[in-house]
């Protein structure tokens, strides 16, 4: 069974572009989380989808946005990109709304210049 | 609000040593655990995970954490650690309200480096 895919691993951009990354959760998982990991910050939750229905949300401003199509791939955007958004974005799928165990991907590595 | 904390950020050991590293989170209700794993170059995996039941939990590499409620705690174990368990190791919690399970929070993560 493949694992959750990230698409791209790597990426850069400069300040003020916006940036669109994608997720494709593991087969038969409906639940799709993003998570923003830096040094200084270390892991932190930005929101989670099920069902194409935005569930939770972390403390992140409105310039982060996601979605999820009807087949649980999950798209995450960040717009007026700032260059303390440098960071490595993680999505995890899980297999139902209870996030009982969460399977993450490689991440995509944004360098904001 | 939840948190999580990992009371080492770095943690050096020779190979063959015991290794047992802290967590402690703030929440007060029900709670799930988990430690996960990220190896240098690689992504998060899932070494092990509490939800109910025996607090003592047995994952995958002989890790092992033990749930304490009394103490918020479910620190992560060891007895005998080799080169291959170089890693950063994060703590996480997720906690039941409404009904329904909430969001993964992490602790910062504890470096391991093992000495061959």
Redo the contacts between chains.
């Keep these: 069974k493949a694992g959750v895919t990230q698409t791209p691993r790597y990426l850069i951009k400069t300040r003020g572009q916006q940036v669109t990354l994608s997720c494709s959760p593991i087969s038969g998982h409906r639940s799709v989380?993003w998570?923003q990991q830096t040094p200084g910050q270390?892991?932190?939750?930005l929101f989670?989808y099920f069902s194409e229905t935005q569930r939770?949300k972390?403390n992140f401003p409105g310039r982060f946005s996601g979605r999820q199509f009807s087949n649980s791939r999950s798209e995450m955007n960040v717009s007026t990109l700032e260059l303390g958004d440098s960071a490595l974005y993680?999505c995890?799928s899980s297999w139902d709304?209870?996030?009982?165990?969460?399977?993450?991907?490689?991440?995509t590595r944004l360098l904001v210049l | 609000a939840q948190s999580v904390s990992q009371h080492n950020h770095h943690v050096i050991l020779s190979e063959a040593a015991s290794l047992e590293l802290g967590c402690n989170y703030s929440y007060g209700g029900t709670v799930?655990l988990?430690w996960?794993v990220q190896y240098p170059g690689?992504?998060?995996?899932?070494l092990l995970?509490y939800?109910s039941g025996d607090p003592l939990v047995k994952g995958i590499k002989g890790f092992e954490a033990e749930f304490i409620k009394s103490k918020f705690s479910f620190n992560l174990r060891k007895p005998s650690v080799q080169w291959s368990d170089t890693a950063e190791y994060?703590c996480?919690v997720?906690s039941y309200y409404g009904g329904?399970?909430?969001?993964?929070?992490?602790?910062?993560?504890t470096k391991l480096s093992v000495k061959p």
């Excluded at chain 1, 709304?97 to 991440?107: K, S």
């Design positions: 989380s998570y270390g892991l932190q939750f989670e939770n972390g993680l995890a709304m209870r996030q009982e165990t969460q399977y993450f991907g490689p991440g | 799930n988990f996960y690689q992504h998060l995996q899932l995970k939800f994060f996480a997720n329904s399970q909430g969001n993964l929070i992490f602790g910062k993560g």
